[in-house]
């Protein structure tokens, strides 16, 4: 994965903000509108903090994930910033399969890999807020780490809030980015 350099005006540039916590279990215990508060909060809040892309991801499948209800996913439009809710729990699967589909499609490189892992967002993400324990890295993300931005809360992702996302891009503003790079 190779990413130019950053000037002084995007280094705290936010185009893709991502969101990881709780388990598989845990999102499908949130009601219908219970998800639609929570994409719209922090869909909006993403937007005027200038990111394109929200992704919410679960951090792990947990006990009880394959008797648990349907769990959300999908894609929604929140004031011009695209909201992917991705149930995937596992970002070692995630890559078997990109990997898989682009041999099989004669396409497999770089960037094809790096599009079919992050689509429907169009960059990688510049930062990943985790809900959890600052020792220990999410299943769900595997190709995301190279080039991000790790911001960690601890909260349950029951009482996952705004407030816990605006944090998240205060600590990334007071950030120097080295893109991978060492100073």
């Known amino acids: 994965m190779s990413r130019p350099a950053a000037t002084r005006d995007d280094e705290h540039e936010l185009r893709h903000v991502m969101v990881v916590g709780g388990t598989v279990a845990e999102w499908g215990e949130l009601s219908d509108e219970q998800w639609s508060g929570r994409v719209a909060a922090l ?10 892309w929200l992704t919410l991801r679960p951090f792990e499948r947990g006990a009880g994930a394959d008797s ?58 510049d930062l990943i807020l985790v809900l959890g324990p ?4 999410p299943s769900s993300l595997v190709w995301e780490l190279a080039y ?18 605006a944090a998240a891009f205060d600590a990334f503003r007071q950030r120097h980015r080295r893109f991978g790079g060492l100073d």
């Not at 770089?110 to 993400?125: G, I, K, N």
């Not at 790790?150 to 407030?163: D, H, K, R, T």
């Open 43 to 52: 869909g909006s809040l993403s937007a005027r903090a200038g990111a394109r």
């Open 68 to 125: 648990a209800r349907p769990v959300h996913h999908g894609v929604a439009d929140q004031e011009g910033c695209t909201v992917v809710v991705d149930p995937t729990p596992d970002g070692r699967e995630r890559l078997v399969v990109a990997l898989r589909k682009l041999a099989e499609s004669d396409q497999l490189s770089e960037p094809a890999v790096a599009a079919a892992l992050l689509a429907p967002a169009a960059t990688e993400p």
């Open 134 to 137: 600052d020792d220990r890295l």
């Open 148 to 165: 991000s931005e790790l911001v960690y809360a601890s909260v349950a992702w029951a009482e996952l809030g705004p407030e816990h996302l």
